[in-house]
């Protein structure tokens, strides 16, 4: 059974990223990976979020965590497609732009699962 909770919350995951990189490319005309980089923010935010409710305050069944945590949220973060992008970015020349979201994602999804760690840990 959990390996059937892992594969929905993974095809959930995936389309939802699918959706949100498709508005983002189609709000934004830019070079920038924006979609990718707002998934994955909003990817580790939630994170803390579920860490929080299910890991730490057993607020959540811990048999949600397969079909949250790995399923879901791991296939809607990406960091296969961070990469690429990045790689990308590099090789067309743009170094400073590659540099500029490789930082950005790295420092902006630490603080996105920190401050969903430190709210919900409030808030709970």
């Not at 879901?72 to 497609?81: C, D, R």
């Not at 020349?93 to 902006?108: D, E, K, P, Q, T």
Request: with cysteine.
């Amino acid at each position: 059974m959990q390996w059937l909770a892992i594969a929905l919350g993974g095809a959930l995951g995936a389309v939802s990223r699918f959706g949100v990189n498709k508005l983002v490319a189609e709000s934004f005309d830019s070079r920038f990976p924006i979609g990718t980089l707002l998934v994955n923010v909003l990817g580790s935010f939630a994170m803390g979020i579920f860490y929080v409710l299910i890991i730490e305050k057993g607020l959540l069944p811990a048999e949600w965590r397969p079909f949250i945590m790995t399923g879901l949220l791991g296939a809607f973060t990406t960091f296969s497609t961070y990469s690429l992008d990045a790689l990308n970015l590099w090789q067309t020349g743009h170094v400073s732009m590659a540099v500029s979201y490789i930082l950005m994602s790295v420092v902006s999804c630490l603080l996105a699962v920190w401050l969903a760690v430190t709210l919900a840990q409030r808030l709970v």
